[in-house]
């Protein structure tokens, strides 16, 4: 019997409002680039609501958590404000979110969050992306997390030098 494919994804609803958007499995630097790019999109269609639903997401890493951060900073810049809510946020998840300091930027709901969710069923595509377009994700992430708290600094610092170091060496003379 062969076991059920175990790669993470996100189950998005780019039709419902607010947008809901639902981890499966592991949020991390291998698919944070195109969590990004839906957000993205869907703030220049006008969408600025947000619920990140928690419910099944196995853990999360600082380049998934800065990407949110990212998003978050991005939102309270919008005329009028957009959200995030962070729901169905388990114990674990949550120690993470109030470490880097995130609580303080998205609405972060820890108990069972009322909404539905059942059609948040379409699957976002991770296209590959160079070792270069990753190294400056994961630093722009890193660079938000110390945006929103800057206590992150002495955490993140030696990932930082490393991925400056790396990126300027990709960069053209």
């Not at 076991?3 to 189950?11: A, D, F, M, R, W």
């Not at 380049?63 to 990212?70: D, W």
């Not at 490393?162 to 960069?171: G, H, I, K, T, W």
């Given at each position: 019997?062969?076991?059920?494919?175990?790669?993470?994804?996100?189950?998005?609803?780019?039709?419902?409002?607010?947008v809901?958007?639902?981890?499966?499995?592991?949020?991390?630097?291998?698919?944070?680039?195109?969590?990004?790019?839906?957000?993205?999109?869907?703030?220049?269609?006008?969408?600025?609501?947000?619920?990140?639903?928690?419910?099944?997401?196995?853990?999360?890493?600082s380049?998934?958590?800065?990407?949110?951060?990212?998003v978050?900073?991005?939102?309270?810049?919008?005329?009028?404000?957009?959200?995030?809510?962070?729901?169905?946020?388990?114990?674990?998840?949550?120690?993470?979110?109030?470490?880097?300091?995130?609580?303080?930027?998205?609405?972060?709901?820890?108990?069972?969050?009322?909404?539905?969710?059942?059609?948040?069923?379409?699957?976002?595509?991770?296209?590959?992306?160079?070792?270069l377009?990753?190294a400056?994700?994961?630093?722009?992430?890193?660079?938000?997390?110390?945006?929103?708290?800057?206590?992150?600094?002495?955490?993140?610092?030696?990932?930082?030098a490393?991925?400056?170091?790396?990126?300027?060496?990709?960069?053209?003379a």
């Open positions: 019997m062969s076991e059920p494919s175990s790669k993470p994804v996100y189950l998005v609803d780019a039709y419902s409002d607010p809901v958007v639902r981890i499966e499995g592991r949020a991390s630097f291998q698919n944070s680039a195109c969590l990004r790019d839906f957000i993205d999109t869907m703030l220049q269609q006008g969408k600025i609501r947000f619920v990140v639903d928690f419910q099944h997401c196995a853990s999360m890493d380049t998934f958590l800065g990407v949110l951060a990212g978050a900073l991005e939102l309270r810049r919008l005329t009028p404000p957009g959200s995030m809510v962070l729901a169905r946020v388990g114990q674990r998840n949550l120690e993470l979110i109030r470490n880097l300091g995130l609580h303080r930027l998205l609405i972060v709901d820890a108990g069972d969050f009322q909404m539905n969710f059942d059609k948040c069923n379409t699957a976002l595509t991770c296209p590959d992306s160079s070792e377009e990753s400056r994700l994961v630093l722009e992430a890193h660079e938000n997390l110390i945006t929103i708290d800057e206590t992150n600094r002495s955490k993140f610092q030696d990932v930082l490393f991925l400056r170091n790396r990126v300027d060496q990709q960069r053209p």
